[in-house]
Structures are given as structure tokens and as C-alpha cells.
């Protein structure tokens, strides 16, 4: 992790920590409890509000351990958990806030520690930029979980869904307004009208975006050359088979049936 955690003095705290962190939510497979999976290290191991760390590489040894990388990781700031945030691979993760305690070990941008208690969680925009409305099974996990995924109503289609609130009172913790763009970002709707970007169309009903009117056109365009050749071709098989009826025709024009005669 680019030498982000180097460590620093020893200290002997009287409490716990505060830190942050990113983390997938997780469901039970049969829907009671609610935990979270790592989004770097650890990410095969599911936690739950209140936890203690395992080697995440299954040796048996106390964790954190001066040999080993295992234990639970957090920042000191929110802000450097959402740097990681922007990592592609993170989407779908959403910010915690926790306490750690026990055995740790303090480096320069958070700490490895012992024992966790997740204390409040915060939701991050869905991928297609929308505010969250509900948690999605995304149809991935591990034994026993389901991973889920923060999304709109519409990205969230007809998959299986809990409320976040649902969420946060299986997981037995506080859940928080969402984590909105910050600094010269600003999300479309800042006055929160609840207006979905999805059904956001052009003022004067005209397609909006010039760039896909000429992609639009260009396919129109191809279409009808397309056309116009099968057309031609059309009329030059019409063409050759009229030839040949005419052919036929003055061959058997003498022994025509009388039923056929048209003035009859
Ligand atoms: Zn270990
Ligand atoms: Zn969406």
C-alpha cells in the first residue's frame, strides 16, 4: 500500500481509537445479521459490528502480530478512506467509523489493530452517480454471505434490496447521511428534489447531446444506404425474372389456357 503505513512511536492509549475505513456490506445467507468485508487485505474474511481480528492468513498467532500483516486496518481521517474510495475496485464499498482497541500497532496515516466496534456507517454514491435508496445483492460473497451494494432504484432493477436503515439496525449501528462529492464537485441535484438523472431529458425535446444526434444520424445514414442497395438488388432480380417471364410467356403464349384469357 505504497508505504502507507510506516510506523511510528510507541504510545499507550487509555481508550479507544477513532479511524475510518471502507468495507462491503455483507448479509447472512439467511438474512439475520448484518457485517462487513475488507476492501484490501482481508477481503475473504467477513466481520461483524463487533469483532476481533484473525490472521487473514490463517495462522493461528494473536493478531496484529510484529511478523505478520494481519489485524484490522483503519485511517486516522475520513478523508484518506476516501481516497481509497476512488480506487474502480472499491466501488460499492461504503465508509465506516470505528473504534479500535486492544493490541495495535500506530503508522502514519491509521492504525492495525485488535479488536474493532463499528460504530456508524455512511453511504456512498451509486455507480451511476444517483444517491443511494436501497443495498442490492449483488449476486457475489462468501460462504454464508451475501455482498451487497449501495445503488438507486433504478440501477438496483429486480434485484433483492434492504434499506439501508434496514441495514444499519441488523448491524446494530448508526447510520449517517450519505457521503456526498465534495470540494468543486456538486452533485446535479443539490436542492435534493429527489429528480432521477435517469429521466433528465432535453428542455425543447430535441436530442440534447450533439455528439450522440451525430452518432444517431450517421447510423440512420448507413441504414438507408443499406436499403437503398437491397433496393437495387431487388430491381435487378425483378428485372431478370420479368426477362425471363417474357421469354416463357411468348413460348407458351400458344398453348395458354383458355381460363387465362383476360377479355374472356
Ligand atoms: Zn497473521
Ligand atoms: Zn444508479
Do not use: N
Amino acid at each position: 500500500m505504497r508505504g502507507l503505513f510506516r510506523r511510528t512511536p510507541l504510545e499507550h492509549p487509555t481508550g479507544p481509537l477513532e479511524g475510518h475505513k471502507l468495507a462491503f456490506p455483507m448479509l447472512s445467507a439467511d438474512g439475520t445479521t448484518a457485517g462487513f468485508s475488507g476492501v484490501t487485505l482481508g477481503r475473504a474474511h467477513v466481520y461483524r459490528t463487533v469483532d476481533d481480528a484473525v490472521c487473514a492468513h490463517g495462522c493461528r498467532h494473536a493478531s496484529p502480530s510484529r511478523w505478520c500483516d494481519c489485524g484490522f486496518y483503519c485511517f486516522h481521517t475520513a478523508d484518506d478512506a476516501r481516497e481509497l474510495a476512488c480506487a474502480p475496485e472499491h466501488q460499492g464499498a461504503i465508509l465506516l467509523e470505528v473504534a479500535a482497541s486492544g493490541r495495535f500497532r500506530r503508522y502514519e496515516l491509521g492504525l492495525r489493530y485488535a479488536r474493532q466496534r463499528v460504530r456508524t456507517i455512511r453511504m456512498r454514491p451509486c455507480r451511476c452517480g444517483s444517491r443511494v435508496a436501497v443495498l442490492a445483492d449483488t449476486g457475489s460473497g462468501q460462504h454464508g454471505w451475501r455482498r451487497l451494494e449501495p445503488v438507486c432504484l433504478r440501477c438496483a432493477g429486480a434485484r433483492p434490496v434492504l434499506s439501508a436503515q434496514r441495514f444499519a439496525e441488523l448491524a446494530d449501528l448508526t447510520l449517517l447521511p450519505d457521503d456526498l462529492a465534495a470540494g468543486p464537485l456538486t452533485t446535479p441535484d443539490p436542492v435534493g428534489t429527489g429528480e432521477d438523472p435517469h429521466d433528465a431529458e432535453p428542455a425543447d425535446g430535441a436530442m440534447g447531446d450533439p455528439v450522440a444526434t451525430a452518432g444517431a444520424v450517421a447510423v440512420l445514414t448507413a441504414e438507408m444506404a443499406l436499403l437503398q442497395a437491397r433496393l437495387d438488388e431487388m430491381a435487378r432480380q425483378l428485372g431478370r425474372a420479368t426477362a425471363r417471364l417474357d421469354v416463357l410467356e411468348g413460348r407458351d403464349r400458344p398453348a395458354a389456357e383458355p381460363g387465362s384469357e383476360p377479355d374472356r
